[in-house]
């Protein structure tokens, strides 16, 4: 069995080894041949130590991945030998309100990595493919999806009529793009690139804004709305764009702050929060429950990942390095 592994924090320190494969623990897990990982920023932040500076190392990267049920242990119902299956990231969380203890059963940091030919994970970790997926469109549900749907759904409650920002074309704000869209919302998006806002446009976005050209994207916002702003901002970015977040949030609005790719500290004002009653949500993707209830949403309006590159498997570090330089549009995936 081939994996990767670091021994050192930083994307050059990622080598490909051959290992044994891992013994099948007695109860309740199952082996899983891999044939397709998708990449998130997340997987960066765990290579560049930033994730978790106190990770033990070595270890293997990668949160998302799909593949074919190999072997079972006793005790597992779930699933049976030659079953496709995809990854839940948070593998306790079943169902019900996010527990702090969830954090720690990760895929990917502090849990196993994908990055493998093959994985021993617990049964409560996988879910069936979703009806016509083939293993790369599976791949790229996990996080993307999944944290899109939790801005939209769980946290956002988007109603018909309702109208939704989402910054930038990475995984999730595509996902936020085609979901919102069908869950009948108006879709507002955000790119430095106006080739990428016209793709964006033929997912279905209503209104799309260069923020390179027109830096007061907010005002902007604002203007498409009538001066009220959205019902939710899908908040990928982080301190350098919160600020005009709030602005372009209506009175009793959500952010769904999803990520953070630039910085996490920054300034915030307080009283835009407090004189128009906006939420703040803290979106850390969600339940194996919600996760059925997306890939249920997705077979009903025949959803289909928008897969920007795909790399063999030798190439995770030079996927990894695409990744980094953000010139994707939806998502970059591995096959094996």
Same mark, same amino acid.
């Given at each position: ?9 930083? #994307? ?14 007695? !109860?309740? $897990?199952?082996?899983?041949? #891999? !044939?397709? #990982? ?48 995809? !990854? ?9 309100? $996010? ?9 990917? $940091? ?55 920002? !989402? ?34 446009? %033929? ?62 500290? $920054? ?32 077979? %009903? ?36």
């Amino acid at each position: 069995m081939r994996k990767f592994t670091f021994d050192k924090f930083g #994307l050059k320190n990622l080598k490909l080894v051959h290992a044994e494969p891992e013994p099948l623990p007695p !109860t309740g $897990c199952v082996r899983v041949d #891999l !044939t397709a #990982l998708s990449l998130n920023y997340r997987d960066l932040l765990v290579l560049r130590g930033s994730y978790n500076p106190k990770l033990a190392l070595p270890a293997t990267p990668i949160s998302d991945a799909a593949g074919v049920v190999s072997e079972v242990s006793a005790g597992v119902t779930r699933f049976k030998v030659g079953d496709p299956v995809v !990854t839940h990231a948070v593998s306790r969380w079943i169902d019900g309100p $996010c527990q702090a203890d969830y954090k720690s059963s990760m895929l990917g $940091c502090p849990e196993p990595g994908m990055g493998a030919e093959q994985v021993v994970l617990p049964a409560d970790a996988l879910l069936p493919l979703p009806e016509g997926y083939d293993f790369a469109q599976a791949a790229t549900l996990p996080i993307a999806a999944l944290t899109a749907w939790s801005a939209l759904v769980t946290e956002g409650d988007v109603q018909p009529g309702q109208s939704v920002l !989402t910054l930038g074309t990475g995984g999730v704000s595509i996902f936020a793009l085609q979901l919102a869209k069908a869950l009948g919302a108006k879709v507002i998006i955000t790119s430095s690139s106006d080739e990428k806002l016209a793709r964006a446009a %033929q997912l279905g976005a209503d209104h799309t804004i260069n923020y390179t050209t027109n830096p007061k994207w907010d005002a902007e916002v604002q203007r498409l709305e009538n001066g009220l702003g959205v019902n939710l901002t899908v908040e990928t970015i982080g301190s350098a764009t919160f600020g005009q977040s709030l602005r372009a949030t209506r009175t009793n609005g959500i952010i769904a702050l999803v990520g953070a790719l630039h910085g996490l500290a $920054c300034e915030v004002n307080l009283a835009h929060i407090l004189m128009n009653r906006i939420h703040v949500a803290g979106i850390f993707v969600d339940s194996r429950a919600a996760f059925e209830d997306l890939i249920r949403f997705i077979e %009903q309006h025949h959803i289909r990942p928008v897969i920007d590159r795909r790399f063999p498997f030798d190439e995770l570090p030079r996927a990894l390095e695409y990744l980094a330089a953000g010139r994707h549009f939806g998502k970059i995936v591995v096959e094996i």
